[in-house]
């Protein structure tokens, strides 16, 4: 099957990174036309299946106070927000390991790309636009569905936990991407799967309290950018904010997307010269 074309509008330079970035809108509108069909049982259905059996199903026999959930009224309102927030990590985990390696290696999409006016900031910024879209409809689609459970005690709040998880999103999706662009093969993202995602999808507070945790445990889960989303996510359906608590989510994940930002040109620029 032949790569989506990625030619331009128009032979000029762009004048902002952000208009040279739209201008590959309809190379990557082209991308999910082709590719939707296949995220539907990863993004959708396997997380529906996890609040049913974690939440519905195993949360049937857990009986807890609703003091040491977090302040869930049961277990099912508790995993829910943190399974959301899990969600958009693994979403983004997916769509910047080996999609970046196949545009850099496999496939050199990007070497197409740079061959027109369009540089490494609006490259980036493009694709990365495209994994916010993929994160933003995979969160609405989950709290849709499971809003009809009655977990949720905030309809704002529900709104704002929608906006975390493009923020969490990102604050994943941009280092990640700087990662995998510079990487020579595939070998390290064995790494990322089995070292990263997997103990902070099932470590960072998504199933249990990280309270529960001895105490180092504990600071390293808290050091995740994986838990700053669950707990923001959490106290935002639930209607409890800490607004203390939000600010310090917001900017550690704030600054995640910053530095990832400014490693993601660096490393991509590089790779793209050798």
């Known amino acids: 099957m032949s790569s989506p074309s990625t030619s331009t509008s128009?032979?000029?330079?762009?004048?902002?990174?952000?208009?040279?970035?739209?201008r590959l809108v309809d190379y990557w509108?082209?991308?999910?036309?082709?590719?939707?069909?296949?995220?539907?049982?990863?993004?959708?259905?396997?997380?529906?299946?996890?609040?049913?059996?974690?939440?519905?199903?195993?949360?049937g026999f857990v009986e807890a106070d609703p003091?040491?959930?977090?302040?869930?009224?049961?277990?099912?309102?508790?995993?829910?927000?943190?399974?959301?927030?899990?969600?958009?990590?693994?979403?983004?985990?997916?769509?910047?390991?080996?999609p970046v390696m196949a545009m850099v290696k496999w496939n050199k999409?990007?070497?197409?790309?740079?061959?027109?006016?369009?540089?490494?900031?609006?490259?980036a910024l493009a694709h990365l636009g495209f994994v916010a879209f993929r994160v933003a409809v995979t969160?609405?689609?989950?709290?849709?569905?499971?809003?009809?459970?009655?977990?949720?005690?905030?309809?704002?709040?529900?709104?704002?936990?929608?906006a975390v998880q493009v923020l969490l999103g990102m604050a994943f999706a941009v280092p990640l991407y700087a990662f995998a662009a510079g990487l020579r093969d595939e070998t390290a993202f064995s790494l990322v799967f089995r070292l990263g995602m997997i103990p902070m999808f099932l470590f960072s507070g998504a199933f249990f309290p990280v309270?529960?945790?001895?105490?180092?445990?504990?600071?390293?889960?808290?050091?995740?950018?994986l838990w700053h989303g669950v707990d923001l996510t959490r106290m935002l359906v639930l209607g409890v904010p800490d607004w203390s608590?939000?600010?310090?989510?917001?900017?550690?994940?704030?600054?995640?997307?910053?530095?990832?930002?400014?490693?993601?040109?660096?490393?991509?620029?590089?790779?793209?010269?050798?």
């Open 211 to 225: 309270a529960n945790l001895d105490a180092p445990l504990e600071a390293l889960a808290r050091a995740t950018p």
């Open 29 to 59: 509108a082209t991308v999910y036309r082709r590719t939707w069909r296949g995220s539907i049982v990863s993004s959708f259905i396997t997380p529906l299946l996890y609040v049913l059996a974690m939440g519905v199903l195993l949360g």
């Open 109 to 123: 999409t990007y070497f197409s790309m740079t061959a027109t006016p369009l540089g490494v900031r609006e490259i």
């Open 139 to 162: 969160a609405a689609v989950f709290l849709a569905v499971t809003a009809p459970f009655g977990v949720y005690e905030s309809a704002p709040g529900v709104l704002g936990a929608f």
């Open 245 to 274: 608590m939000v600010a310090v989510h917001v900017a550690y994940l704030l600054v995640l997307v910053v530095l990832g930002w400014w490693w993601a040109v660096r490393r991509l620029t590089r790779r793209m010269q050798q």
């Open 67 to 98: 003091a040491t959930l977090e302040g869930a009224t049961s277990y099912l309102a508790f995993v829910v927000p943190g399974l959301v927030a899990a969600t958009s990590m693994t979403t983004v985990v997916g769509e910047v390991t080996y």
């Open 10 to 22: 128009t032979s000029s330079a762009p004048t902002s990174t952000l208009r040279g970035a739209l």
